[in-house]
């Protein structure tokens, strides 16, 4: 009889370790087309699309969840312009996809290293927006904005263009989803000038 159990335990890891590997199969089958935007490893060469490698599982399932259900702004990626990428919009992407196919490519992407994007920035306003940052968001974005583990996601060293273009977002209300934090942080209320001083700092290495 404990032979027979034993003989159970492993045939059970077997088909454990067999469904993993159809899911990681199919979760690359799946990022394949991630990876025309998002670079083969979830990082970005377009300074508009974010880099998603390493982000929180959470973060990435949500977006997906909220582009499918329309909460943030379709807009199309400025590389399909030139026809560098596919002229589609995010919204357009995740329509098709169930909510298994969203979170095996949350997992894909969540379970590689972030690699923080090298920008040119300005030091003297990254300085101001240093402060801005301790003041309205360290309390969410810890660890100057760098901490993976945080679930409201990485912001120090995403591109810059897709960093401005989410606090727009943001301010306009075009984004949906966050009013909690949109009235704690009270975004509408920053200028230009320190939007433009914010997306600085996050463009800047960590020291």
Request: charged share 25%; net charge negative; with cysteine.
């Amino acid at each position: 009889m404990a032979g027979k159990g034993v003989d159970m335990r492993i045939l059970g890891l077997l088909v454990m370790g067999m469904v993993i590997m159809a899911q990681t199969a199919a979760g690359t089958d799946l990022v394949k087309s991630c990876a025309v935007c998002h670079g083969p490893d979830g990082v970005s060469r377009w300074s508009y699309v974010p880099n998603i490698a390493g982000l929180p599982e959470v973060v990435i399932a949500n977006a997906l969840y909220d582009f499918r259900g329309h909460s943030r702004p379709c807009r199309k990626a400025a590389c399909a312009a030139d026809g560098a990428c596919p002229d589609v919009d995010m919204c357009e992407v995740a329509k098709p996809l169930s909510d298994g196919e969203m979170d095996m490519i949350a997992r894909y992407y969540s379970a590689r290293p972030f690699s923080p994007s090298v920008a040119d920035y300005d030091v003297a306003k990254a300085s101001i927006g240093a402060v801005i940052h301790e003041q309205r968001c360290e309390v969410c974005h810890s660890g100057g904005g760098s901490d993976p583990k945080d679930e409201a996601s990485i912001l120090r060293g995403q591109n810059m263009d897709y960093v401005r273009n989410a606090l727009s977002d943001y301010r306009s209300g075009d984004r949906l989803g966050e009013e909690a934090m949109l009235k704690h942080l009270n975004l509408k209320a920053l200028d230009d000038d320190q939007v433009d001083a914010l997306v600085n700092f996050y463009a800047s290495p960590m020291n």
